[in-house]
C-alpha cells in the first residue's frame, strides 16, 4: 500500500516519530540529547509548533505537536538533517542517521490527543528504563504536568 502524500494531511496535530537507520542509537549519551533538544526548541519556535509530549529513546523519539501541514513537514526534515550532520560530525561517522523518512500521524479528537501524549509519555515505562514517566530526563514529563 503507497504511503499517504503529506501534502493530504490537514493542518492540526500530529504524532511525530523518526528511528535509526537499523533501529541503531541515535543519541550515545547525554550531549546528544541535549543537542536534539536544542535542535528541537529551535524548529519549535522557527516553525510555530505548539508541543504537547515529545520523548527520546535510545534509538527513536516521538513528538506530538500542532502545525501546519508545512511546517511540520520541513521542521522534521530540517531537525532529522541537522541533526544527523552535528551526530556524524561528532562521532566521526558518515551516512544515514534515521531510517527512512519520519512518520506521522493525524490526530483528529481531543481522547486521541490525550491517549497520543499519555502514550509518548509512557514509553520509557513500558520499555523498562524507569518505573514512573517524570523519571525519564529525556521527555516533557519533567517539564510539564503529566495527564492523569
Same mark, same amino acid.
Given at each position: ?5 503529506? !501534502? !493530504? +494531511? ?6 511525530? !516519530? =523518526? %528511528? ?17 533538544? *536544542? ?5 519549535? %519556535?522557527?516553525?510555530?509548533? *505548539? ?11 516521538? +513528538? ?14 530540517? +531537525? ?20 527512512? %523518512?519520519? =512518520?506521522?500521524?493525524?490526530?483528529? !479528537? ?5 491517549? =497520543?501524549?499519555?502514550?509518548?509519555? *509512557? ?21 510539564? %504536568?503529566?495527564?492523569?
Amino acid at each position: 500500500m503507497p504511503r499517504i502524500l503529506r !501534502t !493530504t +494531511l490537514p493542518d492540526g496535530y500530529f504524532h511525530v !516519530t =523518526a %528511528r535509526g537507520v537499523e533501529q541503531r542509537a541515535i543519541y550515545l549519551d547525554r550531549e546528544d540529547c541535549r543537542s536534539f533538544l *536544542d535542535l528541537f526548541a529551535s524548529a519549535v %519556535r522557527r516553525h510555530g509548533w *505548539d508541543v504537547y509530549a515529545f520523548c527520546l529513546m535510545g534509538n527513536h523519539y516521538h +513528538l506530538v505537536i500542532e502545525a501546519t501541514r508545512a511546517e511540520l513537514s520541513g521542521g522534521v526534515q530540517r +531537525l532529522n538533517g541537522v541533526y544527523a550532520q552535528r551526530f556524524n560530525r561528532r562521532h566521526g561517522r558518515w551516512g544515514h542517521l534515521f531510517g527512512g %523518512r519520519f =512518520a506521522s500521524w493525524v490526530i483528529e !479528537t481531543d481522547e486521541h490527543l490525550y491517549d =497520543a501524549c499519555r502514550y509518548v509519555l *509512557d514509553n520509557p515505562v513500558r520499555a523498562g528504563l524507569c518505573e514512573r514517566p517524570e523519571e525519564w530526563p529525556w521527555s516533557s514529563s519533567r517539564w510539564g %504536568r503529566r495527564p492523569a
